[in-house]
C-alpha cells in the first residue's frame, strides 16, 4: 500500500471505518506474532497510550465523517502500531458498588427533585389562597366604592339630563315667545303696525322704540359723540329684540349715546318705505328743488297734509330732534349740511330734502312739541298720584296700555308675562278708580256743607221780631207772645222735635219731611245700610258653606291618601328622588303664588264691582220716595 498518500494526509477523518478494521487485525496478529519480534515494554505502553489518543481523534472525526484518512489507514496497517490497543479487563465488586450508589444517589436527587416542585406548588397555593382571602374585604371594599361611584354618576348624569330638559323647556319657552313676537314685531314693519304694536300710552301717535331713543338723545346734545360712534352688535341686537317682544324696561335697560342713536336709526332705516311714503317721494324732492323759500314752504306745508297721520308725527319728532341737535353745533360739531349728510341715506331722502325739511321744521310743525315720555305705573311705581287731575291722566294711561294687552292676546301674543301685566293693569286701575271715588265723595260732601249753610235761616231775625214789640202791652199779651213762639222755635229745630219725622211701614226707613234738606241724606244712608247688611248676610251664608266644603274636602284628602300609602306599600313602588321632589315643590309653590295674587285681584274687583251695584241698588231705590 501507499502510505505517502496525499489523500489521507489531506482527509484524515474518510478513513476511519477502515481504520477501525485495520485495527481488530492487528490485534490477533500481534499475539500470531509477539515471539519473533523482540520489543521492549516500554515501546508497547507508549504504543498503547498513543492509540489511546489517537482513537479519541478517529472518534471526532468520525462523528463529523463517515471516511478516514490515508494516514491513520497507514498507522493501523503498521505492526507496531498494532500492539497498541486497549485489553479486556474485569470489573471488580468495588466498581460495582461504587456504581450502584451513585445510581441510588441519582435516583433519590430525581425523587427528591420531583417532591420538591409539587411541596413549593403546594405551599404557594397555599399561599395564594391566604392572600385571596387577605384581599377579599379589599375587593368589596372596591367594589363598593366602585358602586357609588356608579350612583353618584348616574345620580349626576340624571340631573345633568333633568338640567338639560329644564334648559331645553325654558328655550323652548323662549324660542316660543320669540316666534310670537317674530310674529308681531315692531321694527321692519309700517309705521302704522309699528305704532299700534308700540304706542306711548299719552296720546303721542309714535312708536315707543322712537320716543325713548329721542328722550335719551334730547338730554345728550351738547355731547360730541352724538351720531358719529357705532354701537357694539350684540348690545343693539339685545336692545332691538327686547322691543319687538315688549320686555324693554327703562329701569333695567339704559341705554348708552352710541346704542340710541343706532337704534333709532336701524328703525328708520328697516321700514318697508320712506317715511314720506313712496307716492309722496319724488313730489318731496320736486318742491325742494324749487328756488323760492316762501313757495317751497307752503308747497311742503301742503304735502305733508297729505302723509298719514302716524307718518306725520313722526317725520315730525324726528325732524324736530335733529333740529335740536344742530342748534347745539358749538358742542355738537353738527350742522344741518353735516346731519343730513349722515342720515338722509337713513331716511331714504335725498341730501337736498333734507336739508330743506330742517329749515322749514319749526314753521312747518308748530303744533308739535317733544315731551319726555312717562311710561304708566307698574307694580314696582312707589306710589299713586294724589290729585285728581293726575289720576284721570295715569287711569287713560292704564286704559290704552290694557286695550293694548287685549288686542295683542286676541291676536294670538298670549305669554306668562302677558298674562300677569294684565293682572297688574286690571289691578292698578281698580286702585286709581278707587281713589278717584274717594276724592269725588269728598268734594260732593263740601257741596253738600256749603248748600246746606246756605239754605239756613237765621236765628237772630226772630230775636229780633220778638224784641221789636211795644213796651206799653199788657203782661197777659205777653205770655201769649211767649206760649205762641215756642211752636215757632219747634219748627225751626226739627232735630229736636220728635213729631215731625214718620217710619215707612214696609221697609221701617225713619223718613224727614220733604222740606227738610236731610231728608235725601238720611235716606241714602239708611239704603245703603241696609244692602251692606244684606250682603254681610249672604257673605255670612257663604263662609259657612266653604267651612263645610273644606271640611268635606279634608275627610276625602285623608281617605285618598291612606288608599294611595296601602297600594305604594302593597305594589312596592319608590319614592321619587329629592331633586325630583325638590324641583316639583317649587314648580307648585310658584304656581300657587301665582294662583293666590289672582285670586286676591279678583276678590278686589269682586268688592270694587258689588260696591258698584249697591251704589246704584240705592239710587234706584231712592227713586220710589
Known amino acids: 500500500m501507499d502510505f505517502d498518500s496525499p489523500e489521507e494526509k489531506e482527509f484524515p477523518g474518510l478513513y476511519a471505518s477502515e481504520a477501525a478494521d485495520a485495527k481488530s487485525r492487528k490485534s490477533k496478529e500481534e499475539s500470531d506474532f509477539s515471539e519473533d519480534h523482540d520489543h521492549s515494554k516500554k515501546d508497547l505502553l507508549i504504543g498503547r497510550r498513543k492509540?489511546?489518543?489517537?482513537?479519541?481523534?478517529?472518534?471526532?472525526?468520525?462523528?463529523?465523517?463517515?471516511?478516514?484518512?490515508?494516514?491513520?489507514?497507514?498507522?493501523?496497517?503498521?505492526?507496531?502500531?498494532?500492539?497498541?490497543?486497549?485489553?479486556?479487563?474485569?470489573?471488580?465488586?468495588?466498581?460495582?458498588?461504587?456504581?450502584?450508589?451513585?445510581?441510588?444517589?441519582?435516583?433519590?436527587?430525581?425523587?427528591?427533585?420531583?417532591?420538591?416542585?409539587?411541596?413549593?406548588?403546594?405551599?404557594?397555593?397555599?399561599?395564594?389562597?391566604?392572600?385571596?382571602?387577605?384581599?377579599?374585604?379589599?375587593?368589596?371594599?372596591?367594589?363598593?366604592?366602585?358602586?357609588?361611584?356608579?350612583?353618584?354618576?348616574?345620580?349626576?348624569?340624571?340631573?345633568?339630563?333633568?338640567?338639560?330638559?329644564?334648559?331645553?323647556?325654558?328655550?323652548?319657552?323662549?324660542?316660543?315667545?320669540?316666534?310670537?313676537?317674530?310674529?308681531?314685531?315692531?321694527?321692519?314693519?309700517?309705521?302704522?303696525?309699528a305704532t299700534e304694536r308700540s304706542r306711548c300710552h299719552d296720546g303721542v301717535d309714535i312708536p315707543l322704540v322712537v320716543r325713548?331713543?329721542?328722550?335719551?338723545?334730547?338730554?345728550?346734545?351738547?355731547?360730541?359723540?352724538?351720531?358719529?360712534?357705532?354701537?357694539?352688535?350684540?348690545?343693539?341686537?339685545?336692545?332691538?329684540?327686547?322691543?319687538?317682544?315688549?320686555?324693554?324696561?327703562?329701569?333695567?335697560?339704559?341705554?348708552?349715546?352710541?346704542?340710541?342713536?343706532?337704534?333709532?336709526?336701524?328703525?328708520?332705516?328697516?321700514?318697508?318705505?320712506?317715511?314720506?311714503?313712496?307716492?309722496?317721494?319724488?313730489?318731496?324732492e320736486e318742491v325742494a328743488s324749487h328756488p323760492k323759500v316762501t313757495t317751497q314752504q307752503a308747497e311742503l306745508q301742503q304735502l305733508l297734509?297729505?302723509?298719514?297721520?302716524?307718518?306725520?308725527?313722526?317725520?315730525?319728532?324726528?325732524?324736530?330732534?335733529?333740529?335740536?341737535?344742530?342748534?347745539?353745533?358749538?358742542?355738537?360739531?353738527?350742522?344741518?349740511?353735516?346731519?343730513?349728510?349722515?342720515?338722509?341715506?337713513?331716511?331714504?331722502?335725498?341730501?337736498?330734502?333734507?336739508?330743506?325739511?330742517?329749515?322749514?321744521?319749526?314753521?312747518?310743525?308748530?303744533?308739535?312739541?317733544?315731551?319726555?315720555?312717562?311710561?304708566?305705573?307698574?307694580?314696582?311705581?312707589?306710589?299713586?298720584?294724589?290729585?285728581?287731575?293726575?289720576?284721570?291722566?295715569?287711569?287713560?294711561?292704564?286704559?290704552?296700555?290694557?286695550?293694548?294687552?287685549?288686542?295683542?292676546?286676541?291676536?294670538?301674543?298670549?305669554?306668562?308675562?302677558?298674562e300677569e301685566q294684565l293682572w297688574e293693569v286690571q289691578r292698578i286701575i281698580t286702585q286709581l278708580k278707587r281713589k278717584l271715588r274717594t276724592f269725588e265723595k269728598k268734594q260732593e260732601k263740601t257741596a253738600e256743607e256749603v248748600d246746606n249753610s246756605s239754605s239756613a235761616p237765621p236765628a237772630v231775625a226772630s230775636e229780633d221780631t220778638t224784641d221789636s214789640k211795644p213796651a206799653g202791652t199788657p203782661a197777659v199779651s205777653t205770655n201769649n207772645s211767649i206760649s205762641q213762639e215756642e211752636p215757632k222755635t219747634d219748627t225751626l229745630t226739627p232735630k229736636d222735635a220728635p213729631n215731625d219725622f214718620t217710619i215707612d211701614p214696609s221697609t221701617g226707613f225713619i223718613l224727614l219731611p220733604k222740606s227738610n234738606p236731610h231728608r235725601e241724606n238720611l235716606l241714602r244712608l239708611q239704603i245703603e245700610y241696609d244692602e251692606l247688611m244684606e250682603w254681610q248676610n249672604e257673605l255670612k251664608a257663604r263662609i259657612v258653606a266653604e267651612r263645610n266644603e273644606v271640611y268635606r274636602l279634608k275627610q276625602l284628602y285623608e281617605q285618598q291618601s291612606i288608599n294611595s300609602q296601602m297600594a305604594s306599600l302593597a305594589s312596592g313602588s319608590q319614592a321619587p328622588p329629592e331633586s325630583d321632589y325638590e324641583r316639583i315643590i317649587e314648580h307648585y309653590t310658584r304656581e300657587n303664588a301665582l294662583?293666590?295674587?289672582?285670586?286676591?285681584?279678583?276678590?278686589?274687583?269682586?268688592?270694587?264691582?258689588?260696591?258698584?251695584?249697591?251704589?246704584?241698588?240705592?239710587e234706584l231705590r231712592l227713586q220710589q220716595f
Open 305 to 418: 297734509e297729505q302723509l298719514p297721520k302716524c307718518n306725520r308725527t313722526l317725520l315730525a319728532w324726528v325732524l324736530l330732534h335733529f333740529d335740536a341737535v344742530i342748534q347745539q353745533e358749538r358742542h355738537n360739531k353738527l350742522n344741518a349740511q353735516s346731519l343730513a349728510m349722515l342720515l338722509s341715506p337713513t331716511l331714504q331722502m335725498s341730501h337736498r330734502l333734507m336739508v330743506a325739511l330742517l329749515c322749514h321744521c319749526n314753521n312747518l310743525f308748530a303744533d308739535v312739541q317733544l315731551i319726555k315720555y312717562v311710561p304708566p305705573l307698574t307694580s314696582t311705581s312707589p306710589k299713586l298720584p294724589d290729585t285728581p287731575e293726575d289720576i284721570q291722566t295715569e287711569l287713560r294711561k292704564q286704559d290704552s296700555l290694557l286695550s293694548q294687552i287685549h288686542s295683542e292676546m286676541n291676536a294670538g301674543f298670549i305669554t306668562k308675562k302677558r
Open 51 to 193: 492509540d489511546k489518543k489517537e482513537k479519541g481523534k478517529d472518534r471526532g472525526y468520525a462523528a463529523l465523517e463517515g471516511e478516514s484518512s490515508p494516514e491513520e489507514e497507514l498507522d493501523t496497517k503498521s505492526p507496531s502500531k498494532s500492539k497498541k490497543s486497549k485489553t479486556f479487563k474485569f470489573t471488580s465488586s468495588k466498581s460495582k458498588e461504587k456504581r450502584e450508589k451513585s445510581r441510588d444517589k441519582s435516583e433519590k436527587d430525581s425523587k427528591h427533585a420531583e417532591e420538591e416542585p409539587s411541596v413549593s406548588h403546594k405551599v404557594k397555593e397555599k399561599e395564594r389562597d391566604k392572600e385571596k382571602d387577605r384581599d377579599e374585604p379589599k375587593k368589596k371594599d372596591k367594589e363598593e366604592k366602585r358602586k357609588e361611584k356608579d350612583k353618584k354618576a348616574d345620580k349626576k348624569d340624571k340631573k345633568d339630563k333633568k338640567s338639560k330638559q329644564l334648559s331645553q323647556q325654558q328655550d323652548d319657552v323662549s324660542a316660543a315667545e320669540e316666534v310670537l313676537a317674530l310674529g308681531y314685531p315692531v321694527f321692519g314693519v309700517s309705521v302704522s303696525l
Open 212 to 284: 325713548d331713543c329721542i328722550d335719551f338723545l334730547q338730554d345728550h346734545l351738547k355731547c360730541e359723540q352724538i351720531y358719529k360712534i357705532e354701537p357694539i352688535k350684540t348690545r343693539l341686537m339685545h336692545f332691538k329684540r327686547l322691543y319687538n317682544n315688549r320686555e324693554h324696561d327703562s329701569a333695567v335697560d339704559e341705554l348708552n349715546l352710541p346704542t340710541a342713536c343706532s337704534l333709532l336709526k336701524l328703525f328708520l332705516r328697516e321700514l318697508p318705505e320712506p317715511l314720506l311714503t313712496t307716492d309722496l317721494v319724488a313730489r318731496f
Open 595 to 618: 294662583l293666590e295674587h289672582k285670586k286676591n285681584m279678583l276678590g278686589m274687583e269682586l268688592k270694587e264691582e258689588r260696591r258698584a251695584c249697591i251704589a246704584l241698588q240705592v
